[in-house]
């Protein structure tokens, strides 16, 4: 063999490892409780909501859509759009009969569409900047808008005509209805919680602990427990039963890979995003920003697992109606189910 020739046997390992570093990789294995992921928008996702028999998911989106999703078969119903040049599409709901869905986006305006037609019922003005969060009451019978224009305005859903603006010092960034349709909780940009008498549009308080904007606001089902979340990293539970001091779930990102902010030396630390409770009222979950989304117990405040999410940002979660999945919409553009069941059988 001349020596100037490499082997046979050197050249077809050659070969061999260049095919296996230049071709096709396959994909990283799914998490075992991951069951579905709806892919369709073509930019993050920023709300969710779903409906009341629970067979349908709607979500909105940066992309200026808003989508209908089968939620038996995980699969793309519809794509409705306010026009041929949308808006940012911030919040998303479905009315208590699930015949309607609205979304208000950049637009100032509030879209409502015939979910069975597809069709626009209605298009509510009065806004003079961004919308950023949308509700029917359990009732039906009126619709709260809120957004950056310091305002939350409800509607008479009847005639939608306005039946009275409730003012803020500040952006609305979240909302929440009682069980009972009583009351009217809103979260602001001033760190502050404002409770509101539905029916007369009077405040009846205030809450106040946070120390940074209020992005998300849930009221569990028997309607006892208000579940706050912010930027200032916390969660915090309020009786609305009682006058007891609010459980405060402290943050932290110990266990988890640097975020991309952290990597050019800013911490902006896991700031909530979104809160959902579970139909039973048992669990809260939380998205963050920079961090994994979290499941807390309770009424304990515990955590008790973290479910790590192919979005670096975690804009929405719900849970199904029955309590078996919980879906989620962030960053990467996509919606992703998890089975509760198997997160809680591996929960640390």
């Not at 082997?7 to 096709?24: D, F, H, K, Q, R």
């Not at 993050?44 to 409906?51: D, F, N, Q, R």
């Not at 790590?308 to 199904?320: I, L, R």
């Amino acid at each position: 063999m001349s020596p100037s020739r490499p082997p046979v046997a050197i050249l077809m390992l050659v070969s061999l490892l260049t095919a296996a570093c230049t071709g096709p990789r396959a994909e990283a294995p799914r998490p075992a409780a991951l069951t579905a992921t709806l892919r369709g928008h073509h930019h993050s996702v920023t709300s969710l909501a779903i409906a009341p028999d629970g067979r349908r998911l709607v979500s909105g989106s940066r992309d200026g859509r808003l989508r209908l999703w089968d939620t038996a078969r995980d699969l793309p119903e519809a794509t409705l759009s306010p026009s041929w040049w949308p808006a940012t599409m911030w919040a998303v709901a479905v009315s208590p009969d699930g015949a309607l869905v609205a979304g208000g986006s950049d637009d100032f305006l509030v879209h409502v569409w015939d979910v069975k037609t597809r069709a626009s019922r209605v298009v509510l003005e009065g806004h003079t900047q961004s919308i950023r969060v949308l509700g029917w009451s359990p009732d039906g019978t009126r619709f709260a808008s809120g957004g950056r224009d310091t305002t939350v305005r409800l509607w008479d859903t009847a005639t939608w005509k306005p039946v009275t603006v409730l003012p803020h010092g500040n952006t609305v960034r979240g909302l929440a209805w009682s069980p009972d349709g009583r009351r009217l909780f809103s979260g602001t940009a001033d760190d502050v919680i404002y409770a509101w008498d539905a029916a007369t549009g009077a405040q009846l308080g205030t809450l106040r602990g946070h120390r940074n904007t209020v992005h998300a606001l849930a009221v569990t089902p028997d309607g006892g427990t208000l579940v706050s979340g912010a930027a200032d990293q916390t969660l915090r539970l309020w009786s609305l039963a009682g006058s007891a001091s609010p459980a405060v779930l402290a943050l932290d990102r110990r266990d988890e890979p640097a975020s991309r902010w952290e990597h050019y030396g800013i911490h902006p630390g896991p700031e909530v995003m979104a809160v959902a409770a579970s139909p039973d009222g048992h669990l809260v979950a939380s998205a963050h920003r920079d961090s994994a989304i979290r499941l807390w117990a309770l009424p304990s405040g515990r955590e008790i697992t973290r479910l790590p999410s192919p979005a670096a940002t975690t804009y929405a979660v719900v849970f199904s109606r029955d309590g078996r999945f919980l879906s989620s919409g962030g960053d990467d553009d996509a919606i992703h189910k998890r089975d509760i069941a198997r997160v809680l059988s591996v929960a640390r």
